[in-house]
């Protein structure tokens, strides 16, 4: 067993985390007040590749490895949470699907042009189906040459910039697990229109749309798996989305520690730098020991993926590690700025509000609670 990552993954950390020091931490803030990223931005990071992070070289990505992505999303969730989102969304629950359960044909068709920085978004919520995701209505009905879709699904990131939407719907008048059908559907397919933009608390130059399907057709062989395999498709997805949005807190929080030493060292009170105090070094340790912890783990899970091994468990908590842990991090860091924290002049009060949803989605604490509970009930 070791602990260090290999040349490659220390390349690509080194590069990441270089560009998103130049490129991304002098817009984060206009970013996130703005609630847009820059084109050129955009265009920059398509040009690194990183929008085929984790996709077969075969289909023109880059083809890294689990830990070399979890290390990218850190790098870039760093520097602004709400850009590493869309990337998150993207390499992971938006093309995952089509890389690991499309017909050759379907991978052919679109990978190569998600590399190219078509950007690919995951859409199962419904207003009634959140955490019960199984309780979806949005219909797909079978016709001689495909299938069409009825419905529609709220809370889809990067809904209003993608090219690509991955959707889970039913055959109707069905219900529960089964004939749940994993469908990716093209921008600009008549009947798929952008409903309501959401207002949000944080991660705000990230789009989150709701999206109407009226009689969408798609082809027979946009179905990604075979018929009835949606919910499996997409519950495999978010296995490995949820070791992503584990780096994206990670991100977040080894920000608020960096930030915090940094004023803890330089503010003074009571004629000596706050950093001195026992009370703030507390806070600091904790912060570094449970950032420390949840990172361990969420390389575990990483480096189970990449072996093709089970690691539902695993990804379920280091999410919840990693997400809490960021959690409290956002909350010492407001603490150790005193009042200066609660203020967008620094950007804790940025981190405060980004952390909060790592908690809620791809699916919440309280479901990561069932499912680990779930794998340790059937091992014990
Ligand atoms: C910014 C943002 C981006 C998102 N992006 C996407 C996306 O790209 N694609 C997509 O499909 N979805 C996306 N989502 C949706 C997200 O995954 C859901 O919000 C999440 O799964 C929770 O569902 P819900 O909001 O309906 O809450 P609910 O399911 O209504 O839950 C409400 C509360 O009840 C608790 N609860 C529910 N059931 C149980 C239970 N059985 N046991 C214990 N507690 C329970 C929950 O933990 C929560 O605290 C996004 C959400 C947000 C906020």
Redesign the pocket.
């Given at each position: 067993m070791h602990f260090d990552l290999d040349e490659n993954q220390t390349m690509f950390r080194d590069m990441v985390r270089d560009f998103a020091r130049k490129e991304i931490m002098p817009l984060a803030h206009r970013m996130d007040q703005e609630a847009m990223i820059p084109a050129d931005l955009i265009a920059k990071m398509r040009d690194n590749g990183f929008f085929g992070l984790t996709f077969p070289q075969e289909y023109g990505g880059l083809g890294v490895d689990t830990i070399t992505y979890a290390v990218v999303i850190e790098e870039l969730s760093r520097a602004s949470a709400g850009l590493s989102v869309m990337l998150t969304?993207h390499n992971s629950?938006g093309s995952y699907p089509v890389a690991m359960y499309g017909s050759e044909a379907a991978r052919r068709a679109f990978l190569p042009r998600m590399a190219a920085g078509e950007i690919a978004?995951?859409?199962?919520?419904e207003p009634n189906a959140?955490?019960?995701?199984a309780a979806l209505v949005t219909s797909a009905r079978r016709t001689a040459d495909g299938w069409v879709l009825n419905g529609g699904?709220?809370?889809?990131?990067?809904g209003e910039r993608a090219a690509f939407y991955v959707v889970l719907a039913r055959t109707p008048g069905t219900t529960g697990h089964k004939d749940i059908h994993a469908f990716i559907v093209e921008r600009g397919a008549p009947g798929l229109t952008i409903a309501k933009k959401?207002d949000?608390m944080g991660?705000r130059c990230?789009d989150?749309v709701a999206i109407n399907l009226e009689d969408v057709q798609v082809p027979a062989a946009n179905l990604l798996g075979k018929e009835g395999d949606g919910f499996r498709v997409a519950m495999s997805a978010l296995d490995g989305g949820r070791i992503g949005i584990a780096f994206q807190a990670l991100g977040i929080g080894r920000a608020c520690l960096e930030d915090a030493v940094r004023y803890a060292k330089t503010r003074e009170q009571f004629g000596k730098p706050i950093a001195s105090l026992s009370v703030i070094q507390g806070m600091i340790a904790d912060m570094g020991a449970e950032l420390e912890a949840a990172r361990t783990l969420g390389y575990k899970a990483a480096w189970l993926k990449d072996q093709g091994r089970p690691h539902t468990k695993e990804a379920a908590m280091a999410k919840i590690l990693a997400t809490e842990a960021a959690w409290r991090a956002a909350d010492c860091a407001v603490q150790i700025h005193g009042g200066y924290g609660y203020c967008k002049e620094y950007d804790v009060e940025r981190y405060y509000r980004d952390v909060r949803?790592t908690r809620?989605?791809?699916?919440?604490?309280?479901?990561q609670r069932?499912v680990i509970a779930r794998k340790i009930l059937e091992e014990y």
């Open positions: 969304v629950v978004a995951f859409c199962i919520t959140g955490s019960d995701a699904k709220v809370f889809v990131t990067n959401e949000k991660l990230s989150t949803v809620i989605y791809e699916g919440t604490s309280e479901i069932l």
